[in-house]
């Protein structure tokens, strides 16, 4: 068994899409990020990873390269699976946790386990989503921490 850790976060600006989960949640605000910014996806992404000592998603897709401009979030947990895979790793739960002030994210609660369900090929029960809030500590960010265990 394994076990990877991973966290992300990115600041909030007006004008920009929020993606999280692989989903554009309406907002006012979404990530400044190089990429499309879902800090969601960023942090598993890490945490498969660093399940294997794979380094982190900054070493296999720095934002000092001009391919990642404005690339989606799945491009790269896909490529984390594919590596995993490849080390006979086999992806059995996840833990997600998701700092966000505003918008509220309880309304989006299905659509994002069940998109991360079909990302991820796993059982929406062995997917665990949790919503919090910084209490006004730092409105202006989202933050997402994300726990992984794989067989293998």
Same mark, same amino acid.
């Given at each position: 068994m394994r076990i990877g850790y991973g966290e992300d976060s990115h600041l909030l600006?007006? +004008?920009?899409? /929020?993606?999280?989960?692989? #989903?554009?949640?309406?907002?006012?605000?979404?990530? *400044?990020?190089?990429?499309?910014?879902?800090?969601?996806?960023h942090a598993l992404t890490d945490a498969l990873l660093a399940a294997y000592g794979l380094?982190?998603?900054?070493?296999?897709?720095?934002?000092?390269?001009p391919r990642w401009q404005g690339v989606r979030?799945?491009?790269?947990?896909?490529?984390?699976?594919?590596?995993?895979?490849?080390? +006979?790793?086999? /992806?059995?739960?996840?833990? #997600?946790?998701l700092t966000l002030d505003r918008?509220? *994210?309880?309304?989006?609660?299905?659509?994002l386990v069940?998109?991360?369900?079909?990302?991820l090929g796993l059982p929406k029960d062995r997917i665990g989503l949790a919503f919090k809030t910084s209490e006004g500590l730092s409105p202006s960010h989202v933050q997402a921490r994300a726990v992984v265990l794989l067989d293998g």
């Open positions: 600006a007006e +004008g920009r899409p /929020l993606y999280l989960c692989g #989903l554009e949640i309406p907002s006012p605000v979404g990530a *400044l990020a190089h990429s499309d910014g879902d800090a969601a996806l380094g982190d998603i900054g070493l296999l897709f720095p934002d000092t390269d979030s799945e491009v790269f947990l896909g490529e984390a699976l594919i590596r995993v895979a490849g080390l +006979g790793g086999k /992806l059995l739960q996840v833990s #997600l946790v918008p509220k *994210l309880n309304p989006h609660r299905e659509a069940a998109n991360l369900s079909r990302l």
